[in-house]
């Protein structure tokens, strides 16, 4: 009886300790990372969005990538003062129609819920002297702690879509 007794308590702790171990693989709701440099995350996005051909035509061969600084944070995700490891921006060198993408990779351990709250409520879509764009055709969401920022009235859903399939 006794020996009895101590295989069932073996066999329940060597079943309770390969239950803790876990698979360290990602599972829903798990924060996935975005591996490479901003640039070469927008780079995917436009290689893979399903883009109008007004917008492949016209906005995307004059497109120009640039840094987002302190100093001109404000103008681009709408608040100066944004904690953030380090951004990006991809917009028109001449302004034919309204369009910016943002990227933003936040710092570790930053809260991002609160970071795309702050560029939702404080980003002016009519930024631009002579245009601006729906204000419910900018969208900002993250993956990780990448969050992009995509303001346009045309081809928006298209680039938030190739954006969220690079978590796949």
Known sequence: ?????????????????????????????SEQLL?????SILA??????ELSGDFKEYTLPGLITAEITAENCEYH??????????AIVSEPEMM???YALCLVRAKEGA???????EIKENVDPFKWVCAGVDPSNIIVDNIGNVVILIMSDTD???LHN???????
């Open 44 to 49: 995917k996005i436009y290689e893979s969005a």
């Open 35 to 39: 591996e490479g440099d901003l640039e």
């Open 77 to 86: 995700l709408g608040k100066s003062g944004l904690e953030y490891e380090e």
């Open 162 to 168: 190739a954006f969220l399939a690079l978590a796949e």
């Open 111 to 117: 809260d991002i819920e609160k970071l795309k709250s």
């Open 156 to 158: 928006a859903q298209a």
């Open 1 to 29: 009886m006794k020996k009895m007794l101590l295989l069932l308590l073996a066999a329940a702790m060597l079943l309770s300790l390969s239950a803790c171990s876990g698979d360290s693989s990602p599972g829903p709701g």
């Open 96 to 98: 034919g129609s309204p």
